[in-house]
């Protein structure tokens, strides 16, 4: 049956991550008032993507970037100290499953490294995966630490078989074929990327995996920025885009379904049919008939790869 999907282009309260997550809960429920069951948030965004990065000058804006950091990780979000505990309970609330992009803190080992998370939530307010960024890229690396392939699935939600990559991860040819051979429907890619090339991606990975594909960004001015963000006034400019959004919902075998939604501070909707993703995987289907595993091998190592194991 048919369902609304909501992907969310509004931007957060950077550096700031109870306000975000009070956005977050907000947008929710805003989203789910127009019947959205399935509610999409881009890349990193709580409490909002280290777009600075690209702009810092190595070797000269050290103590910027430190500065910057310090507030990035006092605001990251702490899973095991219940941070999401108020987006888990509207999306309880409203029954709605919840893909969203964090900028996680290792609390278990070192307390400190930050990771590039996308969490699904299911409608019951659980959550049902953790995937951590395979690799950073770029300067992303002075900021996120690298994940293992712990939450490299498909989780079965009321909406369907929901699996994430994010970014540049979707230029990772076998990391998507993981999700594709897991029975991925709804294919996610929060990411911070936009403009024609990454629409092309986008459509290429809906006709490579007969599924549904939801791209979505950040669109954010400068003039989003919270007036006490370090370096604000000489990083950027008020009227400046620093990020288009471009979000995106494509249908199975690549025609566009809505979007994409071009320097939009709103919220893009999209009906999805989940039957339209089985259907059309007679033709191509990567991960089954039109596999060769009698000449091609590939594994994947899904244990959590921890820096110590303590033996007591």
């Known amino acids: 049956m048919p369902f ?8 957060p309260v950077l550096l700031d991550r109870k306000s975000t997550v009070a956005a977050t809960a907000s947008l929710i429920g805003e989203a ?21 990065i690209w702009r810092l000058r190595p070797g000269v804006d050290g103590a910027l970037s430190g ?7 006092e605001n990251s979000v702490d899973l095991a100290g219940g941070d999401l505990d108020p987006v888990r309970e509207a999306a309880a609330k409203h029954k ?50 690298m994940g293992d392939a712990s939450g490299l699935r498909v989780v079965d939600t009321p909406v369907g078989r929901i699996g994430a990559l994010i ?6 040819p076998l990391a998507r074929y993981a999700l594709y051979a897991q029975d991925v429907e709804i294919y996610i890619a929060p990411t911070w990327d936009t403009g024609e090339s990454w629409l092309a991606t986008m459509r ?8 549904w594909v939801i791209g979505t960004a950040t669109a954010m001015q400068g003039s989003d920025l919270p ?4 370096g604000r006034d000489t990083l950027y400019k008020d009227d400046e885009w620093i990020n288009d959004g471009d979000a995106v919902v494509i249908k199975p075998m690549g025609a566009i379904a809505a979007g994409p939604l071009n320097r939009k501070k709103e919220i893009l909707y999209a009906e999805i049919d ?31 790869l921890p820096p110590v194991r303590f033996l007591d």
């Open 32 to 52: 789910a008032a127009q019947g959205a069951s399935l509610i999409v948030f881009p890349e990193a965004y709580v409490p909002g993507y280290p777009a600075w």
């Open 204 to 211: 290429h990975i809906a006709k490579e995996a007969g599924c």
């Open 96 to 145: 709605a499953t919840v893909v969203l992009g964090i900028n996680e803190r290792d609390s278990e080992f070192s307390g400190t490294t930050i990771f590039n998370t996308v969490v699904i939530i299911g409608a019951d307010g659980n959550i049902l995966n953790r995937h951590r960024k395979l690799m950073p890229t770029n300067p992303e690396r002075m900021v996120w630490g």
């Open 274 to 304: 989940i039957e339209a993703a089985r259907k059309s995987r007679r033709s191509l289907d990567v991960a089954g008939h039109y596999s060769r595993p009698d000449i091609f091998s590939f594994s994947v190592d899904r244990r959590p």
């Open 227 to 230: 007036k006490d963000f370090p």
């Open 167 to 172: 970014c540049w991860e979707n230029y990772m």
């Open 67 to 73: 500065e910057i950091h310090a507030r990035l990780r």
């Open 4 to 11: 609304k999907a909501a992907v969310i282009q509004k931007p």
